[in-house]
């Protein structure tokens, strides 16, 4: 009936509404005007209850008997405002005095204002607002307290995920072959035959030293992005979108503004610099969908570090983008005489823009929901990875808008191509962390690779023209893949160098195959489960080009500082995972899908072996170098102070350290090994024992080869200890606690 009656339509948006006031006043959010001005200062609002609350709290005489009961006496608010400019300053300004925190706390109790359970209050930071009926909001805390609240700036979150923990890639030299040339200090971009020294070696080892290294390459700090604010006008066109959601979300519930603008950015500080889909120098607010903001705000809410505002947002975004995907991208054939949703007649390029935000949207809420036993379900990102699948092909895999040589249209196809690699990037992380088969084949993906980061994050036309002009061009991802797999190609075939991320799709495409070449090993008629020698040699010959390559990036780094991202270095710890699953195969073997911690260490007591080699050494040597650090710097100062802060990829990547460490150790501490352990050996074992009596005082060489188990459990439980902090997601404290499990086991047999 409601519906019915709506007979006012708005010319900008064509929304509709029941009474003229109501339209007179959506039309000022896009308008901007501020009809009601205050006749006693120069202030102005958009609302007329707005202005009379404005008069009360500001003008009103103390003795008028008017609006006591609500307005703050003259003294107790210039005393309360004093308290919030310290306040401020305290956030902006480091130097403030501890004496300053100190009088803030002591005073707060005579002048805080009394909470407020509407809008723009500081107490309603989670789901404290109903939309009942979905009309117009609650007057909010007074313009005053909001324009302080908008003053304070949003800080970068000093727990980004950005900083991990920093690899030792040094050069390697048990042995040099002499087919090889020592690297040099200076790569010049044209000698593609010279191994690569820092990343990845494939004929040699050399010990890392556990005094403090110098840095050879300083970085200037990496700036913060772009802050994101919701307006009150956004904010109550949330509030008026979830009305047509009223059959999937009855009872709806938003956080403030204020809230939604500390998620959002959230988002910013934390997975976009990971997942950099968003183009955040033109990215419009206003102009996003319902769907696409709720799933932002969702994922933007864990690096918040408000679980229960996560949980809650993703309830609503959850619903609310399911049920956008069928109302707009499924509908029944028309020859069983249901017409299709009218909606779906629009431009075709308002439909690829539509595709790409859900397509984001789901990525996000899948990103959320991936890595939780219960809160939310992991099996749902099981489930809305389908739809994103479906909605990638239906939409083109491959496709991507037509460019006309601006700004503007480039940055249409760059983020429609970073989203489609990234989702096939996300897919196949949780192939690697649950077994499950990827959704999306590499050989699937024709696309160019992604721009450089500096292309990327450009803030005007000038300074992307000025990047663009610079830039030799994108190659496909085949094409470099093929390189990648290629002995000796000539310059004009050979890839030469790639940017950030597109190292970051290869490495993951590397990884993939060999996912999919153990998988087959399984088969009958495959005798053991380890990849042939061919297929050993391709895949390190693959890595190692891949390497060459990644140090040619100039944006390319293992310092967590670096102002181009961390993609670049969570790649690098990708490139582990991958070289250590060309010697143990942990696909099936980690069972982190069962949320178990005794079930996961005994498939991987069981389930997991290996074999000495000149190959197991190595990559057991790559192991302790991502050991290394967190023991320099403390084992116990990192997990209680940093590790919170790692990726879930490098946790990963240390998870199979960790246990590929402990099974080398077990092979390597037997009472007479056979044949006698090498030269090689003897110098990684000698070093691993160092680190254990660094970490642990008091502990002697004999005690720990006492017998084959004990140095094995001692480190991982090392690992073990980097894991128990308060991580963002639970999968991580999962692989802690089976580590701890799994150390059990080992005593258990010492």
């Given amino acids: ?47 007329k209850d707005l202005l009379a609350r404005h008069e009360r709290l500001s003008h009103s005489s103390p003795t008028s008997g008017v609006g006591q009961d609500a307005a703050t006496p003259p003294s107790a608010s210039r005393q309360m405002f004093d308290g919030l400019n310290m306040l401020a300053s305290a956030v902006t300004d480091p130097s403030v005095s501890s004496a300053s925190y100190s009088l803030l706390s002591a005073g707060s109790a005579s002048f805080a204002p009394r909470p407020n359970p509407t809008d723009e209050g500081p107490e309603s930071s989670g789901f404290s607002e109903p939309f009942s009926g979905f009309g117009p909001t609650i007057p909010t805390d007074g313009e005053d307290f909001t324009s302080f609240f908008d003053s304070i700036p949003l800080p970068s979150h000093p727990y980004s995920p950005s900083y991990q923990p920093l690899p030792l890639f040094p050069a390697f030299h048990f042995d040099t072959p002499p087919i090889y040339h020592q690297p040099q200090k200076e790569r010049p971009a044209e000698s593609a035959e010279t191994p690569s020294s820092s990343i990845l070696p494939r004929h040699g080892t050399q010990i890392p030293s556990l005094q403090t290294e110098e840095s050879p390459t300083t970085y200037r700090s990496r700036q913060p992005p772009s802050s994101l604010s919701v307006t009150t006008q956004c904010r109550e066109r949330i509030g008026a979108l979830l009305s047509d ?57 864990r690096y918040c570090r408000e679980p229960e505002t996560s949980t809650a947002l993703y309830q609503v975004a959850k619903a609310v983008t399911l049920e956008h995907i069928r109302r707009e991208f499924q509908w029944v054939e028309p020859n069983c005489g249901i017409a299709r949703d009218p909606r779906l007649a629009s431009s075709p390029a308002a439909r690829d823009k539509n595709l790409l935000e859900t397509i984001q949207a789901l990525l996000m809420l899948v990103s959320v929901s991936s890595w939780h036993e219960h809160d939310p379900p992991y099996d749902e990102s099981l489930h809305m990875r389908s739809h994103m699948e479906t909605l990638l092909r239906q939409g083109g895999l491959n496709d991507l808008p037509a460019q006309d040589g601006s700004w503007e249209s480039w940055v249409q196809s760059e983020e429609r191509k970073r989203t489609r690699l990234i989702v096939f990037c996300y897919l196949n992380i949780q192939t690697i962390v649950f077994d499950v088969p990827p959704m999306i084949l590499t050989e699937e993906v024709t696309l160019d690779l992604p721009c450089t980061e500096i292309e990327w994050q450009a803030k005007t036309d000038s300074q992307w023209m000025e990047e663009r002009s610079q830039s030799l061009g994108e190659p496909k991802l085949q094409d470099a893949l093929a390189s990648l797999f290629t002995h000796n190609l000539d310059t004009k075939g050979r890839l030469e160098s790639f940017s950030s991320l597109g190292g970051y799709v290869l490495i993951h495409a590397i990884i993939q195959n060999i996912w999919l070449l153990q998988k ?70 980690r069972r982190l899908q069962t949320w178990n911690p005794d079930d996961i260490a005994q498939s991987l007591k069981e389930n997991l072996s ?114 128990t902090a308060d991580y963002i997601w639970e999968l991580v404290n999962l692989m802690g606690r089976a580590l701890n499990s799994y150390a059990d086991l080992l005593e258990r047999m010492s």
């Fill in 1 to 47: 009936m409601g519906k019915a009656t709506r007979s006012y339509q708005c010319q900008r948006c064509e929304r509709t509404f029941a009474r003229l006031e109501h339209l007179q006043r959506h039309d000022r959010s896009h308008t901007k005007e501020k009809p009601y001005i205050c006749d006693k200062c120069p202030k102005s609002f958009t609302r």
């Fill in 245 to 301: 959601y009223a059959n999937v979300i009855p009872n709806p519930y938003i956080p403030s503004r204020h809230a939604l603008s500390r998620c959002l950015n959230g988002y910013l500080t934390g997975y976009q610099e990971h997942y950099p889909i968003l183009h955040i120098p033109t990215l419009d607010l206003d102009s996003k969908p319902l769907h696409f903001i709720l799933s932002m705000a969702t994922l933007g809410a």
């Fill in 520 to 589: 087959a090993r399984r088969l009958p008629g495959f005798s053991g489960n380890s990849l042939s020698a061919s297929e050993v040699t391709s895949l390190e010959l693959a890595l190692e080009n891949w390497c060459q390559c990644w140090e040619r990036n100039r944006e390319a780094s293992i310092d967590p500082f670096n102002p181009h991202g961390p993609v670049s270095f969570t790649s690098a710890a990708l490139l582990r995972l991958a070289y250590i699953r060309l010697n143990a195969d942990f696909s099936s073997a």
């Fill in 610 to 723: 290996v074999e000495r080699s000149d190959r197991l050494t190595r990559a057991a040597l790559h192991c302790a170098h991502a050991l290394s650090t967190p023991i320099k710097l403390g084992i116990n100062y990192v997990a209680q102070t940093q590790v919170h802060s790692w990726s879930l990829q490098y946790a990963l990547c240390s998870l199979e350290c960790a246990v590929l460490l402990a099974k080398w150790l077990e092979e390597a501490t037997v009472a007479s090994p056979s044949p006698s352990l090498t030269e090689q050996e003897n110098k990684l074992l000698g070093f691993v024992i160092d680190m254990v009596m660094e970490a642990r005082h008091g502990v002697s060489r004999e005690w720990l080869l006492a017998n084959n188990t004990r140095l094995s459990a001692i480190v991982t439980r090392l690992w073990a200890r980097l894991f």
